[in-house]
């Protein structure tokens, strides 16, 4: 993760279900100093895209 740009004051948003690779993924974040969000899950017939469309441009860049 801090190879991507994950750090202190970052927000790591993890699009998961209740899965172990979730959980691994908010261990490796705190270390680090990165906040973790869990957004709703978003519904299988909704792309997870549209969840993130309204973010500002480059927010998903890293």
Known sequence: MSALGAGRA???ALLSGNRSQALVARY?????????????????TQPATAMVAHLPPGATDK
């Open 10 to 12: 970052s927000t790591v």
């Open 28 to 44: 490796a974040a705190n270390p680090l100093g990165a906040r973790v969000a869990f957004p709703h899950q978003v519904p299988h």
